[in-house]
T-cell receptor, first 113, second 114 residues
């Protein structure tokens, strides 16, 4: 069974540029999460989806971050414009339902210059 | 709110040494507790979990017991190997409080020397 797929694995951009990350969850997983992991820290939730509905986005900086999960499968996380402080690893995770074990993708490492 | 505190690393051990990584938590309700491991260049992998008090999670020689009285979930292994070198994260979820996402500790890096 394929795991959670994320792309790109690495991205380097200049500040003020836009950037997008893509996530394909495990087949059949209804719940999808985006986490932010700063260097030397544990991941922190940005947004959680139940199917196509964002049910917890309280930690998402909505002035520059946006996310979507069309058709309740793949998801895209976007930053526009990027700032230096956005340099981090962006992790996607999925689970069968909101009460089940979360499985993580390899992450996208973003560097903003 | 919910929080997880882990011992700071790095933890450096010789092969076959005994490992303990301390984890304590603060949460309302009845959280589930997890240990995730992150090997270099890879994503987080679930190592073990426990969903109620006194449960013991175990996998690959690692164990952790959910201690409600001390709000702890310490990770142990009797004999570490070089291949266990990684960053270990303690985490909790508290679905009965509506907080279904994981709350992570800051991670503990383990280095095992041959």
């Amino acid at each position: 069974e394929a795991g959670v797929v994320q792309s790109p694995r690495y991205k380097i951009i200049e500040k003020k540029q836009p950037v997008a990350f893509w996530c394909n969850p495990i087949s059949g997983h209804n719940t999808l999460y985006w986490y932010l992991q700063n260097l030397g820290q544990g991941p922190e939730l940005l947004i959680r989806y139940e199917n196509e509905e964002a049910v917890d986005d309280s930690q998402l900086p909505k002035d520059r971050f946006s996310a979507e999960r069309l058709k309740g499968v793949d998801s895209t996380l976007k930053i526009q414009p990027a700032e230096l402080g956005d340099s981090a690893v962006y992790l996607c995770a999925s689970s069968l339902s909101q009460l089940d074990t979360q499985y993580f993708g390899p992450g996208t490492r973003l560097t903003v210059l | 709110g919910n929080s997880v505190t882990q011992m700071e690393g790095p933890v450096t051990l010789s092969e076959e040494a005994f490992l303990t990584i301390n984890c304590t938590y603060t949460a309302t309700g009845y959280p589930s507790l997890f240990w995730y491991v992150q090997y270099p260049g890879e994503g987080l992998q679930l190592l073990l979990k426990a969903t109620k008090a006194d449960d013991k999670g175990s996998n690959k020689g690692f164990e952790a017991t959910y201690r409600k009285e001390t709000t702890s979930f310490h990770l142990e292994k009797g004999s570490v190997q070089v291949s266990d070198s990684a960053v270990y994260f303690c985490a909790l979820s508290a679905p009965d409080t509506g907080r279904r996402a994981l709350t992570f500790g800051s991670g503990t890096r383990l280095q095992v020397q041959p």
